[in-house]
């Protein structure tokens, strides 16, 4: 069965940071893309940033470029996203999403698996 569980979450201040990890489990980690997803309240999903199998591609949304990074380690099936310099527009639910599909050329994705989530508020 596929899993994926993200844990990190949290309450911050304004120009804090948050560690977010997404624990991957029941298939083989290093054989597919994986994402960050948020959404805000009222607002539709966002892609944060995309992350190909072996950490050698990465890229990130405008909005969070610059202060966020995304990493993997495959040798323990985790994602994580280092998040720096938090603002309140960063307040949101992330996901982790396992890619099904991706044409990075035409920026295609197709998601088949994704965690519950966890919640991050930006807030002094």
């Known amino acids: 069965e596929v899993q994926l569980v993200e844990s990190g979450g949290g309450v911050v201040q304004p120009g804090g940071s948050l560690r977010l990890s997404c624990a991957a489990s029941g298939f083989p980690f290093n054989n597919f893309d994986m994402h960050w997803v948020r959404q805000a309240p009222g607002k539709g999903p966002e892609r944060v940033s995309i992350i190909n199998r072996d950490g050698g591609f990465t890229s990130y949304a405008d909005s969070v470029k610059g202060r966020f990074t995304i990493s993997r380690d495959n040798a323990k099936n985790t994602l994580y996203l280092q998040m720096n310099n938090l603002k309140s527009e960063d307040t949101a639910l992330y996901y982790c999403?396992?890619?099904?599909?991706?044409?990075?050329?035409?920026?295609?994705?197709?998601?088949?698996?994704r965690g519950q989530g966890t919640q991050v508020t930006v807030s002094s």
């Open positions: 999403v396992r890619v099904h599909y991706s044409d990075y050329r035409r920026g295609i994705y197709e998601y088949d698996y």
